[in-house]
Structures are given as C-alpha cells and as structure tokens.
C-alpha cells in the first residue's frame, strides 16, 4: 500500500443526520448527501479541485470527504466549504415561494404603517435584479400599482418628483444597493430589502441622505460574534480595513437562499487582494438559479475525462459482512488504483490516504462484497488464474496489514 492522496472531511458526525435532512429537503440520508453532492459540484470553485472525488458514507453516520492531490491554496478553499457546510446545515433559512409571499405581505403592511396607502399610490416603483423583480412583482399585487408606477429610475416623469421604492430579495453588505445610488440621481429613495439585518438597515438609514427609510420583512441575524468568539474585535478590525470606509456594515447575516436563487458569497483572496466569489452549497433542486449554474458547469465540462466532469458524489454501499470496512473509512478509485482514508474521532482538515495498486484493490472489493476471506477468494479466482493457496496468502497478508492500520475490522 503506497501512500500518495489526501482525502479532506467535508461533513461528519451522527449529529448531522437532522440538519442534512432539513437542508435538501430529502427522505433519507442517501438522498440527502446526493443532494448535497450536487450542491458542492454545481460550483466553478469545484472546477478548480483538478478532478477531484467527492465521497460519502451514509451509515453508521453520514460522512462526505473529497480526495485528490491539492495545493495549499486548494486546501485553504475545502477548509472554508468544511465551515461553511457546518454552518449553513445548522442554521440557515430557505425561502421556497409561499414564504416569499408571506415576507412580502409583511413588507406591504410595514410600507402601509410607515408612508399611508395615498402616499404609496403616488410612489414610482423598482428593483435591484433579478430576484428583487421577483419580490417587486408579488409587491406590485398586494399593493395593487399601476402599471405607470413600476420602471426604472430616469424615466420619464409627469409632475411633481415622487420617492422611489427600491426593492431586493435580500441585502447582506448593501454593495448592490450602494450600487444603484451610484448609477442614479433621484433625490428620495425608499429602500426595501426582503431580509437583511437590522443593523445594516439602520446604517444605510444614518449613512444615506438621499434615503429615507430602509425598511425589511424580517432580520438576518449577524453571525460574526458566534463564529469568531474572542477572535471578533480581530475580525473586525482587518475587515474594516479591507473593505473601506464606505461600506455600510461590518458582519457576517446568517444564511438564506431562495427558490430562485442563493446569494453568492465571498471569501478574502490574499494573493490577489480582493474578494473572490466563494462557494454556494445549496442543491440545485431547490433552487432556480443553481440548476442552471448546474447545466452550465456540466456542459462546459461535457466530453472531459471522468475525474474532471461533474460525477456525482460515490456513495459507498451498506456493507453487512464479517469483515467489512471501519465505520470511519472512506474510499475511491482512482483509475485501477483505490485509495482509503481513515479519519480518527472528531477528524478535522486533511488525512493522508492508503493507495491499493490494482491487484490490491480487486481484493478490497471482493472482500467488502462478500465480507469473508473466503468469500473474497472465490470471487477472485474466477477473474484471476493463480494458484488458490498463493492467492490466499497474499489476501491474508493483506487482510492482516489492512486490520492493523484500523480500516477493515471484523464484526
């Protein structure tokens, strides 16, 4: 056994079963990491892995690790989707269409209370794209605008200037909004972000003269403090720094996505002194816009190798045999190698793998496919033709090196 790849834990750990289930919306927990295993690959951050392998188990507990031959710079970006799964599979919010129109009549009575119907009967009506148009639209109905109140600020205006109502699905920093002040000169402007946090509500209240109130259906809360712990005044500090003194706020919202799209999000490119479009993890069934980053990415790569296309995730088969694999043991071929990875208790980063050459992973197979050495043998005698007691002891002597570096065990 050569030791070469490394394998990176994605996801780990029986407390995970809840969460995963709740986040792709799955049955079971095979479905559930298939999902997932979409989520991650629909990702132009997954092209750049160099025909990386997701894996997964689903029993005892689930487990996702990816493996392959990577750079810091690689490792640093599986690092951060590791935290980031944890993350959003514990907290997160998913807007499917019947909550975006509870949201939005929210956001209609909280319009009402602050400016009165006649005054919003008189305001001109807009949207931050794409999926403020879609906000903007159920808003339009329970609202009931004119046709002549919706458009885009410039155009042509009959009597006196009217305050216009800018619309989003969500504001996490305000740069797009920031944005479109930018783009624009009309002097009063209403902004109405469907979730955002309050405190980047308030700020773009206090920072914007031309804005007179800015006003959400419901509160992202800010997850920076919980994430950094003792490290936030740190945090915050060097993300004032790089992001400016024109931005709005300084925190992290909690996640959300929607039926229409997730938001992107970001991470701090060192080498390049920007930031970068990080990874959305959210499964393509859910949502519009990473279904059709999905088909992108699939035929971009369509016609390349298998190990650079979009795969699928392997999800390891339920092994029920006297000798099977350990429970925290994942594996993947690689050409007509396989190499395996034992991850310790409470794992975290990376784990060097075993790489079994050719003949030795026919035996890996056939020994967790019939779960006995005996079993293995017959299976192996009908593709190889050997001498059944030289092929017995190479099996045993595989058998022995494979229980003493803890990834078969006997039941």
Request: aromatic share 8%.
């Amino acid at each position: 056994m050569d030791r070469g790849i490394d394998a990176v834990l994605l996801l780990d750990g029986r407390e995970a079963i809840e969460p995963l289930l709740a986040f792709t919306r799955q049955p079971d927990r095979e479905s559930a990491l298939r999902a997932l295993g979409e989520g991650i690959q629909a990702n132009p951050l997954w092209v750049r892995m160099n025909g990386a392998r997701l894996v997964a188990r689903a029993w005892p507990e689930p487990m996702v690790a990816v493996f392959g031959h990577f750079s810091g710079e690689q490792q640093a970006l599986l690092a951060d989707l590791a935290a980031q799964l944890h993350e959003v599979l514990e907290h997160h919010r998913y807007i499917d269409y019947p909550a975006a129109e509870q949201a939005v009549e929210r956001l209609a009575t909280a319009l009402r209370a602050r400016f009165g119907e006649d005054a919003l009967s008189h305001f001109r009506y807009t949207a931050i794209p794409r999926g403020g148009w879609i906000v903007l639209g159920m808003l339009s109905y329970l609202l009931d605008l004119r046709p002549d109140q919706i458009g885009v600020p410039g155009m042509a205006e009959h009597g006196e200037p009217q305050p216009w109502v800018v619309v989003d699905d969500c504001a996490l920093s305000g740069v797009r909004f920031q944005q479109f002040l930018q783009r624009c000169d009309t002097p009063a402007v209403i902004f109405c972000p469907l979730f955002a946090p309050r405190e980047l509500c308030r700020a773009i209240e206090r920072v914007e003269p031309r804005v007179l109130a800015c006003l959400n259906a419901e509160d992202l809360r800010d997850v920076a403090p919980e994430w950094f712990g003792e490290a936030y005044p740190r945090w915050l500090r060097e993300c004032r720094e790089r992001i400016g003194e024109d931005a709005y706020w300084c925190g992290i919202a909690e996640y959300v996505a929607f039926a229409w799209c997730e938001p992107e999000t970001k991470y701090w490119d060192a080498g390049t002194g920007r930031f970068e479009a990080g990874w959305n993890a959210w499964p393509p069934s859910l949502c519009l816009k990473r279904r059709v980053q999905a088909s992108r990415l699939r035929a971009e790569l369509a016609g390349l190798a298998e190990g650079e296309a979009l795969t699928g995730i392997g999800l390891q088969a339920v092994e029920s045999g006297p000798l099977r694999s350990a429970d925290r043991v994942l594996w993947v071929p690689i050409g007509e190698s396989i190499a395996v990875a034992h991850f310790p208790e409470a794992a975290a980063g990376s784990a060097p793998c075993f790489q079994l050459d050719p003949t030795a992973a026919d035996m890996w197979r056939a020994l967790l496919e019939t779960g006995s050495r005996e079993g293995a043998i017959s299976v192996l005698l009908e593709g190889y033709a050997v001498a059944p007691e030289a092929l017995r002891r190479d099996l045993a002597s595989l058998v022995v090196e494979l229980e003493e570096n803890g990834v078969i065990v006997r039941q």
